[in-house]
């Protein structure tokens, strides 16, 4: 459920409503009634093009295992918000069910362990690049190496078919 949109990993409206267990109506309502909690870097709204886009993506999902009525009769005309990590928090103080609570916890862990990975994967990409680099050459060698070793042998068995000379 966690998507990444303007270069910022983000949660839609109706899937933050779906696991707090509230109608997105409600949830975007407390929103409204408190939109000075939520800056340009915590919620935004889409695009046309960008809700084209996240329909697209869950249409590849597997729709057997995500309950879409919401997101498929939703009108093109009432496009969804998208918060962020900062907005998802933000949310446990607007909706301040019990459910709300112990969900944001949940979903703030997501968030961090999706970011966790992101610079994982960058330093395991940077470390992959800087060994390709620096021993390249040198896997380059050992490949001649090894070739020259089996060609020698097959002109070392040559070697051992001729009679010796001498002791």
């Known amino acids: 459920m966690i998507f990444e949109l303007r270069g910022q990993s983000i949660m839609l409206d ?14 975007n309502q407390a929103v409204k009634r408190n939109l000075q909690r939520f800056p340009n870097d ?8 960008e809700w084209i886009f996240v329909k697209s993506k869950y249409a590849l999902m597997n729709s ?9 009769h939703r ?25 709300a609570i112990e969900m944001n916890i949940v979903i703030v862990r997501a968030f961090i362990a999706l970011k966790h990975f992101v610079i994982d994967y960058k330093e395991l990409a940077e470390q992959i690049a800087l060994i390709e ?12 190496a090894l ?21």
């Open 14 to 27: 109706f899937d933050i409503a779906q696991l707090y267990e509230v109608e997105t109506r409600s949830l």
């Open 133 to 144: 680099h620096k021993f390249d050459g040198k896997f380059e060698e050992v490949y001649e």
């Open 42 to 49: 915590f919620m935004f709204q889409l695009t046309k093009e």
């Open 147 to 167: 070739n020259l070793l089996i060609g020698e042998r097959s002109v070392r068995k040559n070697w051992e078919d001729r009679n010796p000379i001498g002791f």
């Open 64 to 72: 057997s295992q995500i309950v879409m009525s919401s997101k498929k």
């Open 75 to 99: 009108s093109d005309s009432y496009l969804p918000f998208a918060f962020t990590e900062h907005g998802v928090t933000m949310l446990a103080s607007v909706l301040r069910s019990q459910k």
